[in-house]
């Protein structure tokens, strides 16, 4: 028998924390393999995982006949919109990339990853085979005006900053006007040419950008003290969360024009867009609400003690860190609302999923369901995942249950 | 002898009838109270919180309230700045009447500045940015002034170099510091203290009590709700006992500490005072 003596540590001395290493074996073993139904567990779910991934890929990769996708690229991105207009997508593509580069110079030039956004995702898709050459080089202009942004805000970052904001806030109607056109400089596209993934990001951009700043003044009315407000509010909020959004739309499409004076006739895209933002406004107020609720009634007093009126305390105290504790049920609307354009299709629009019918009733195409609703899938999939990688490093930015 | 329930030489008329001016005036000479309360009291539904509450506090002077846990006294400093409203009597803070008027209760708000017993400092800003906040949005100064004065502030409570940090990174007795920092950037007439010291672990009281004295000594009139005795002998013109919503008994703190004519404060005073 050893009888060892117990250390002395001295009160100066600092120990670093034990650290773990693992070989591949000893990670296998204690995460995979540690005890007798763990590596049950493993082995069913591996032989599951082969299963499924294994017709699949083969069928992916040696079975499925992906010409209908690459036939009709075009029209999975843009719809009917004018083949010799495209060049005002390309446009409004290319001034994005130019605030997006500025912006990360500016605001995040420590986050590497938007230069992955930036650069490598455009260069990959330029690199893609079945592409046109005119989209090959436009995706390679897209990624060098997204670089010229970037290093613009590195080269003169003071100055850069006011263009930048007025180029964030001016860009929404700027896309707009050169998607929609304006006499006579840009001939006019109505919107039943738009179309694709195009329409489907305008649907969900628009819906985003407009329903966000109408669900905080909702959660505000629900929240006042005047009367009228907060019983609109209620009423709105609660009626339009008891009706499907598929009702709504029908609603904008067939009701709405029994109420309009006659010979006036509002757009079925703006219908549409109008649908989802009211839609949309409703619940985002139920979760900016939640985010209101949650903060202490110690940060009104601390407000108004120092003078605040109850806008500033709204807006400079309340509301920013209402919305940081909300971020990732907000972003997870956005995504539901991304995904929920693709109700326009039942009402006739011809947005992505739209135009996946019209490409199926194709002649020479037909039967090919699986390899075009596949495709699309996996477009719903990339934006979906995007926003919600977003989400995460916007919460770690900001530090999000940290503070 | 002297009078052990407070009673006001001052009426609200008193005050109300003169100008602007000659208040203001008046109350820079001392001649009139910078915060006068008058029979004031409050409901929450049945329960009568604060009744009767009368008292005069002139400028310069340190007060300090103490009493046992539901007693109305927080309630009291909080109607001073409507963080909670009176429904009977007068309160006059400035020269100006507290009533429903937003205008009255913006421009006093303006001229009190309050340090609670959470700090409830804003955890999405920095130090700096929590001070210079209201003097740049409120007193509408340029940034710059704002930060030079919120820079003084740091130093005078002792922790310039935390500027940059966020409130949850500085421990409790920080945090109240910058708290005070906070309301003083306003330039009020009038401090108000809610427990100040209440929420802190014991090693971390001094380092605030010392900001509070050196701020009492510096001429600033203060309301400060306490069990502090430490602070009140050191600094207090005068200590108020509240119990059940009243004034039991008033003095300096020598008269109140050595010779406590009510039976409750005495009670009070032996259990707090061990």
């Known amino acids: 028998m050893m009888n060892r003596e117990p250390k002395q540590y001295s009160s100066g001395e600092v120990l670093a924390p034990p650290t773990e290493r693992y070989t591949i074996l000893g990670w296998l073993h204690k995460n995979l393999f540690s005890t007798w139904y763990y590596t049950l567990l493993t082995l069913v779910t591996l032989y599951i995982l082969y299963a499924i991934l294994k017709p699949s890929l083969i069928w992916i990769f040696t079975q499925a006949q992906w010409e209908v996708v690459v036939a009709n690229l075009r029209l999975f991105m843009v719809g009917q ?279 199926l009733a194709q002649p020479e195409f037909i039967g090919r369901q699986r390899e075009v609703y596949l495709f699309i899938a996996l477009i719903y999939w990339v934006f979906s995942y995007a926003m919600s990688y977003a989400s995460r490093r916007l919460e770690v930015a900001l530090g999000v249950g940290e503070r | 002898m002297r009078e052990t329930v407070a009673k006001v030489k001052t009426t609200p008329e008193q005050i109300l009838s003169l100008s602007e001016e000659d208040r203001s005036a008046a109350i820079e000479r001392g001649e009139l109270p910078i915060v006068l309360a008058h029979e004031v009291h409050k409901w929450y539904g049945n329960f009568h919180v604060l009744r009767g509450i009368n008292m005069e506090v002139y400028k310069g002077e340190v007060i300090v309230i103490f009493g046992p846990s539901g007693s109305g006294k927080s309630t009291f400093i909080r109607t001073i700045n409507r963080l909670e409203e009176h429904q009977k009597g007068h309160i006059i803070v400035d020269g100006t009447e507290l009533s429903r008027d937003v205008r009255n209760i913006e421009k006093i708000r303006m001229e009190t500045g309050m340090v609670f017993q959470q700090f409830n400092l804003f955890p999405h800003l920095t130090v700096m940015q929590n001070i210079t906040l209201a003097p740049i949005h409120v007193r509408k100064w340029p940034k710059e002034k704002a930060e030079e004065v919120a820079m003084q502030l740091l130093k005078r409570v002792g922790i310039p170099e935390q500027a940059d940090k966020y409130p949850g990174q500085l421990s409790g007795g920080q945090q109240q510091r910058v708290a005070i920092a906070r309301a003083l950037a306003m330039q009020p007439k009038i401090m108000l203290f809610d427990e100040p010291t209440s929420a802190l672990d014991p090693e971390m009281i001094k380092e605030v009590l010392d900001v509070m004295i050196e701020l009492a000594e510096s001429g600033m009139t203060m309301l400060v709700v306490t069990h502090e005795m430490g602070f009140a002998r050191a600094v207090a013109n005068r200590m108020y006992f509240f119990d059940q919503g009243q004034i039991v008994e008033s003095g300096t703190p020598e008269e109140i500490f050595s010779d406590p004519k009510e039976d409750r404060t005495k009670l009070f005073l032996s259990q707090i005072l061990h």
């Open chain 1, 81 to 359: 919109y004018p083949k010799d207009q495209i060049f005002r997508i390309w446009l409004a593509l290319d001034l994005l990339a130019f605030t997006v580069g500025l912006a990360w110079a500016l605001f995040l030039p420590k986050e590497r990853r938007v230069g992955a956004v930036l650069v490598i995702i455009p260069l990959l898709l330029a690199s893609l085979p079945f592409i046109s050459s005119y989209s090959r080089i436009n995706w390679i202009l897209f990624a060098a005006i997204g670089v010229a942004g970037w290093a613009l805000g590195r080269w003169q970052p003071k100055k850069m900053r006011r263009p930048l904001i007025v180029l964030m806030l001016g860009y929404f109607p700027i896309l707009i006007l050169l998607i929609s056109g304006f006499e006579p400089i840009l001939k006019l596209v109505k919107t039943n040419y738009w179309g694709g993934l195009l329409l489907t990001m305008l649907l969900a951009v628009v819906g985003i950008t407009l329903s966000f700043p109408l669900g905080i003044l909702l959660a505000l009315g629900r929240q006042s003290e005047l009367p009228i407000v907060k019983t609109f509010s209620i009423l709105y909020i609660e009626m339009v969360r008891g009706v499907p959004l598929v009702t709504i739309l029908f609603m904008a499409q067939l009701m709405l024009p029994l109420f309009l004076p006659p010979g006036m006739k509002i757009d079925n895209v703006l219908r549409a867009m109008a649908g989802m933002v009211l839609f949309a406004a409703a619940y985002m107020a139920e979760n900016v609400r939640g985010g209101l609720q949650a903060i202490p009634k110690g940060q009104h007093e601390a407000a108004w003690a120092l003078g605040l009126n109850g806008f500033q305390t709204m807006f400079y105290i309340i509301l920013p860190q209402a919305l940081r504790n909300v971020i990732p049920v907000i972003v997870g609307q956005f995504i539901a609302l991304f995904k929920d354009t693709s109700l326009v299709a039942i009402v006739g629009l011809l947005d992505l999923l739209g135009i996946a019918s019209t490409v």
